[in-house]
């Protein structure tokens, strides 16, 4: 497992942007997938985006795609979640999550295959 810090939430006004950072300690030469997920109040913990470490293959959540990105720095160990044109609906914990992986050409939008996660990062969208 690695340790994930996650920075960068705050309060911004729809159609804003904010940029999330989730900074990872531990990491081997061994390949990982990276993702990010959301939990709003009452309501589950849902996929937003993962990225495959060794290829830079993504996926995204439908409600997202087109307006947010996800990216890693390998230099910085560290990965990236840029949203732009933020909704009300978008306000929720986000959380950094991560598994250890054999593929380059696989990722999961599954929760459960995340086994290293951060602490989360309020992002709140006003209307």
């Known amino acids: 497992q690695v340790q994930l810090v996650e920075s960068g939430g705050g309060l911004v006004q729809a159609g804003g942007s904010l940029r999330l950072s989730c900074a990872v300690s531990?990491?081997?030469?061994?390949?990982?997938?990276m993702g990010w997920f959301r939990q709003a109040p009452e309501k589950e913990r849902e996929f937003v985006a993962s990225?495959?470490?060794?290829?830079?293959?993504?996926y995204y959540a439908d409600s997202v795609k087109g307006r947010f990105t996800i990216s890693r720095d390998s230099a910085k160990n560290t990965v990236y979640l840029q949203m732009n044109m933020l909704k009300p609906e978008d306000t929720a914990v986000y959380y950094c999550?991560?598994?250890?992986?054999?593929?380059?050409?696989?990722?999961?939008?599954?929760?459960?295959?995340?086994?290293?996660w951060g602490q989360g990062t309020q992002v709140t969208v006003s209307s």
């Open positions: 999550a991560a598994y250890r992986t054999v593929w380059s050409g696989r990722l999961s939008a599954r929760l459960d295959d995340f086994d290293s």
């Open positions: 531990g990491r081997t030469s061994s390949n990982y997938v």
């Open positions: 990225i495959n470490w060794r290829s830079g293959m993504t």
